[in-house]
């Protein structure tokens, strides 16, 4: 098992980056050379509470599907979502924001085991941990950059 803890300052409200983080929309446009899309359940708009979402996403020259479910909800705070099917042994992923002088702090804690056992396991020391900070981090950059932008607009009515 491997945790991934990001941090990121956003020049914008609380509430705004939480719902960005929430944005089925905003994902499937942050995650360029993956052609992540969402193919079942909430495919667009934002996911709440007790709300699944298939992505299906090229990793590694592999189409992949993933379905995760929202399992806890507190808005602008905290919410976690935790794989319910997909290629890893387990997957939980929690998205805190606190407030932080007019700026949201964006703390990202990533739990993941890979499958196949010890093959797995190496697996995350080689290679899958630092693919996935780099997946995080662009993602976090873009929801900065959309949140400190109009371009927020687009995806928040």
Same mark, same amino acid.
């Given at each position: 098992? @491997? +945790?991934?803890?990001?941090?990121?300052? +956003?020049?914008?409200?609380?509430?705004r980056? &939480? *719902?960005?983080?929430?944005? +089925?929309?905003?994902?499937? *446009?942050?995650?360029?050379?993956t052609?992540?899309k969402?193919?079942?359940?909430?495919?667009?708009?934002? +996911?709440g509470?007790?709300?699944?979402?298939?992505?299906?996403?090229?990793?590694f020259?592999?189409?992949?599907?993933?379905?995760?479910?929202?399992?806890? &909800?507190?808005?602008?705070?905290?919410f976690?979502?935790?794989m319910? @099917?997909?290629?890893?042994?387990?997957?939980?992923? *929690?998205?805190?924001f606190?407030?932080?002088?007019?700026?949201?702090?964006?703390?990202?804690?990533?739990?993941?085991?890979?499958?196949?056992?010890?093959?797995g396991?190496?697996?995350?020391?080689?290679?899958?941990? @630092?693919?996935?900070?780099?997946?995080?981090?662009?993602?976090?950059?873009?929801?900065?950059?959309?949140?400190?932008?109009?371009?927020?607009?687009?995806?928040?009515?």
């Open positions: 098992m @491997r +945790i991934l803890n990001l941090s990121i300052l +956003i020049a914008a409200p609380q509430e980056v &939480f *719902d960005l983080s929430r944005s +089925i929309d905003l994902h499937q *446009d942050s995650t360029h050379g052609d992540e969402a193919v079942a359940g909430v495919t667009a708009g934002l +996911i509470l007790g709300q699944e979402v298939t992505w299906e996403a090229r990793h020259g592999i189409k992949q599907r993933l379905t995760s479910k929202i399992t806890q &909800f507190d808005r602008p705070n905290h976690q979502d935790v319910q @099917r997909g290629a890893f042994k387990h997957l939980i992923h *929690d998205h805190t606190k407030e932080a002088d007019g700026k949201t702090q964006l703390l990202d804690r990533f739990e993941f085991s890979a499958p196949l056992g010890p093959l396991l190496l697996a995350e020391w080689l290679f899958l941990a @630092r693919y996935l900070q780099r997946f995080l981090e662009q993602r976090n950059q873009t929801v900065k950059r959309i949140a400190e932008s109009d371009e927020w607009k687009k995806y928040l009515s």
